[in-house]
């Protein structure tokens, strides 16, 4: 239950997050927003770490070299939310974000990416994931 309630707000703090930032980036362009919100997502972790951590940053060396690559994930993405924020709006954006969110990480899960368990992606999986796509549509092509 616990997971469910962090995957919720997970869900509508980067709703907010997206939103936030295509607003930064129209007033201060979209690598300074970028800069901005990665630069205080790193205060607010150091923060975190002197205080609250309770894992052990000397292991990183032992992680995979391409684990490592979150950060430059993370600008990425900062970019394309704005961008489609932008562009679409953010309910079709955000839409459109958890379809290939939802179809990335049932790949991952079917095909056991990066050391996952296999998680079986059955076709009511795949019904719901193309009601979603249908539901996308419908709600773009009907403003």
């Given at each position: 239950?616990?997971?469910i309630?962090?995957?919720?707000?997970?869900?509508?703090?980067?709703?907010?997050?997206g939103?936030?930032?295509t607003?930064?980036?129209?007033?201060?362009?979209?690598?300074?927003?970028?800069a901005?919100?990665?630069?205080?997502?790193?205060?607010?972790s150091?923060?975190?770490?002197?205080?609250?951590?309770n894992?052990?940053?000397?292991?990183?060396?032992?992680?995979?070299?391409?684990?490592?690559?979150?950060?430059?994930?993370?600008?990425?993405?900062?970019?394309?939310?704005?961008?489609?924020?932008?562009?679409?709006?953010?309910?079709?954006?955000?839409?459109?974000?958890?379809?290939?969110?939802?179809?990335?990480?049932a790949?991952?899960d079917?095909?056991?990416?990066?050391?996952?368990?296999?998680?079986?992606?059955?076709?009511?999986?795949?019904?719901?994931?193309?009601?979603?796509?249908?539901?996308?549509?419908?709600f773009?092509?009907k403003?």
């Amino acid at each position: 239950m616990i997971g469910i309630i962090f995957s919720i707000v997970a869900g509508a703090l980067m709703s907010f997050q997206g939103v936030f930032n295509t607003r930064l980036n129209e007033r201060i362009g979209i690598w300074e927003a970028s800069a901005f919100v990665h630069g205080t997502a790193l205060i607010v972790s150091i923060l975190a770490l002197l205080f609250v951590a309770n894992g052990d940053f000397r292991k990183i060396v032992e992680v995979d070299k391409l684990y490592l690559t979150g950060g430059i994930i993370g600008a990425l993405i900062t970019f394309t939310v704005i961008k489609g924020v932008s562009l679409l709006g953010p309910t079709c954006a955000v839409s459109t974000i958890l379809v290939a969110q939802l179809l990335t990480a049932a790949a991952i899960d079917k095909f056991t990416l990066f050391g996952t368990a296999p998680v079986e992606f059955g076709l009511s999986k795949f019904i719901g994931v193309g009601i979603m796509i249908i539901g996308i549509i419908i709600f773009k092509c009907k403003g």
